[in-house]
């Protein structure tokens, strides 16, 4: 078995013990992106391998710097890391060379971590599927023909085809959890301002992305919430770090679980989605947990309405100097597009009700926490699509009316900022995976990774049923 097949808990124990040398792990991972990485295009940009060698040869004899030490991470395409090419999957920013770290990308290093390249994003994160005109697409391991999903697709992707022990991604629109259900792994939105970004543009309106941990398992992902998680002074709404490794231990017996399940039929999912929902349901039923049906608690539509408005307002903030220049516009992708110029007709009268929309939505979701411990919702509405389309056009016939109408069930935990893991739930009859999410009360990320890790300690999806051997060519 590879190094590269061990978890990052594991790995950073055998270096902590001096058992393994990250020289070894780093080639380890030199010999797994060599034969996998060619099939999947999960890590682009990836450094010159001897200086890797000589970066991780370095710290064979140093003291361990963090749970990270020695470990080869590759960091996704939206965060600037120094000295490494940084292009958000723009032709803009081919080029992009930065010369300072973001905050996640130097908490990372800090850590101990190896950069030993970055993770594949659509461009500007816009959409769940990880394609772009600088390095094209993301596939997916478990069937090279499907899509990885996105943003965080290539940090996904690389999990599953082991070419990483643990992954950073960044999540707006279901950008961690999308990726995890169709890659079989776990992804973690934690509630807002556990994670903090940085201090550039507006951090006092822009509330519905965060950064956040995935791994193969929640462990894992736990350890790596604690190296990128607590306040950065600098930028409002921060939540202090904490420890989460050393809280996973938990009674799941009496534990109160709400299904939101489609919202009431409005969220459409393929056939099959909902049926392996259930069958993770089951698992926690099977623990000890008391599963109750929850009616949707507010119009879906509601909340799709101020999603458009909220998010078409701040992208046509954040990237209105890039339309106003008809060069650069030429080179924006069409997606991009719609969001500025649908996002510059917001009214200030839209934006209000759009606040408002969220504002209840928040108080009826504190209720439900008053009943029940965690809610639960599927992962994706989809199974993983051809690798060729832009984003799925249908829905069982039924026709989406914008590119990211597919992955609606994950606005109402983005839309409030709540903590969610997205989980594994198996896989369908073409063999293709999915996942649900496990949702809790702002705040509460440490029950959510407890409850995660007693599913997954009955259930080991990703351990259990690993991705085909892939042909790097």
Not at 128 to 155: E, I, K, L, M
Not at 287 to 314: M, Y
């Amino acid at each position: 078995m590879s190094l590269m097949d061990l978890t990052a808990t594991e790995l950073s124990r055998l270096v902590a013990a001096r058992a393994v040398k990250p020289s070894e792990i780093m080639a380890a991972h030199l010999e797994r992106l060599a034969a996998a990485n060619g099939a999947v295009n999960a890590i682009v940009s990836p450094r010159d391998p001897d200086d890797l060698m000589a970066e991780a040869r370095a710290l064979d004899d140093a003291a361990p710097r963090g749970w990270l030490h020695g470990l080869p991470l590759a960091v996704k395409d939206l965060v600037a890391v120094r000295g490494l090419r940084t292009t958000y999957g723009s032709p803009l920013h081919r080029d992009h060379v930065p010369e300072a770290d973001d905050l996640l990308a130097a908490r990372l290093r800090a850590a101990g971590a190896i950069f030993v390249g970055k993770t594949n994003t659509p461009e500007w994160g816009h959409g769940s599927h990880s394609f772009n005109p600088v390095f094209g697409a993301t596939r997916n391991p478990y069937d090279t023909t499907r899509s990885a999903g996105g943003s965080s697709g290539g940090a996904a992707a690389a999990l599953a085809a082991r070419l990483v022990p643990v992954a950073d991604g960044s999540d707006m629109m279901g950008s961690l959890r999308n990726p995890a259900a169709f890659c079989n792994i776990y992804g973690f939105r934690p509630s807002y301002g556990l994670v903090p970004g940085d201090a550039e543009g507006d951090t006092f309106l822009a509330t519905l992305a965060t950064d956040g941990p995935m791994g193969r398992t929640v462990e894992d992902v736990a350890r790596l919430l604690e190296v990128i998680a607590g306040e950065n002074p600098e930028v409002p709404f921060g939540r202090p770090g904490a420890t989460f490794a050393d809280r996973l231990e938990i009674d799941p017996s009496g534990l109160r679980v709400g299904w939101l399940g489609d919202w009431g039929g409005a969220y459409r999912c393929e056939p099959g989605i909902l049926d392996r929902c259930a069958a993770g349901l089951g698992v926690l039923e099977s623990l000890g947990a008391h599963i109750d049906p929850v009616k949707p608690p507010i119009p879906a539509e509601e909340l799709w309405q101020a999603w458009l408005h909220l998010r078409g307002f701040l992208n046509a903030g954040s990237k209105g100097a890039l339309w106003d220049d008809p060069q650069r516009r030429a080179l924006l992708k069409p997606e991009t597009q719609w969001e500025i110029e649908s996002g510059r007709t917001v009214t200030t009268a839209q934006l209000y009700a759009a606040s408002v929309v969220r504002s209840r939505w928040y108080a009826a979701a504190a209720e439900l926490f008053r009943r029940y411990d965690v809610l639960v919702m599927p992962a994706a509405q989809v199974w993983p699509f051809p690798v060729e389309w832009r984003w799925p056009q249908t829905i069982n016939g039924h026709a989406m009316d914008t590119y990211h109408r597919w992955m609606e069930v994950v606005v109402p935990v983005s839309l409030i900022g709540l903590p969610s893991l997205a989980v594994p739930c198996g896989f369908g009859p073409a063999g293709l995976p999915t996942g649900m999410q496990i949702i809790g009360p702002a705040g509460a990320d440490a029950r959510v990774l407890a409850v995660g890790e007693q599913y997954h300690r009955a259930t080991g999806w990703p351990q259990k049923k690993r991705p085909p051997p892939v042909d790097a060519t």
